[in-house]
């Protein structure tokens, strides 16, 4: 009787390691896929427009980033995600934005300033009749915090 006790026992506990195995790869592959697509979306100085940058570098530091970005009237900015950013509109117009809440439009104006939390992915086409120029600024460290996650 013991030694079936102990038997039962034994199963018990390799099967709860099995499990225990089977959930961690389970993670694993859930982790390794949120990482390649990270690094398969790019943010938004890599993203561009069928091929052509929309966003340029002009200022980098140790702890900062400053893009300037440019959209023409039919030029958009392809799929790409943010980090945490501030933003001010340079020259504002009208913006067809697509992201995980679906398509809206947006219009902004000249002057104002945003901010954002970071979003995981959008993408935006200029839909009205002037060019729209917005710098946006971003904190490095967030940056290569969010690309290793």
Same mark, same amino acid.
């Given at each position: ?61 140790? +702890?900062?980033?400053?893009? *300037?970005?440019?959209? %023409?009237? &039919? =030029? ?9 950013? /501030?933003?001010?509109?340079? +020259?504002?117009?009208?913006? *067809?934005?697509?992201? %995980?809440? &679906? =398509? ?9 300033? /945003? ?29 290569l915090t969010t690309i290793s996650k």
């Amino acid at each position: 009787m013991l030694n079936f006790y102990l038997g039962d026992a034994a199963d018990f506990f390799a099967m709860r390691s099995a499990y225990y195995m089977m959930v961690c790869a389970a993670f694993g592959l859930l982790v390794t896929n949120a990482i390649f697509a990270k690094q398969t979306l790019a943010d938004p100085l890599r993203a561009g427009w069928q091929g052509m940058p929309v966003c340029e570098l002009l200022f980098e530091n140790d +702890s900062q980033r400053i893009l *300037r970005c440019s959209f %023409s009237p &039919g =030029v958009g900015h392809e799929r790409h995600f943010h980090i945490a950013h /501030f933003g001010y509109a340079i +020259s504002g117009g009208k913006m *067809r934005l697509t992201d %995980s809440q &679906g =398509v809206r439009e947006v219009e902004l104006k000249t002057g104002t300033s /945003f901010s954002s939390d970071g979003t995981p992915w959008h993408e935006v086409l200029n839909i009205g009749k002037t060019t729209v120029i917005y710098l946006i600024i971003e904190d490095k460290e967030a940056l290569l915090t969010t690309i290793s996650k």
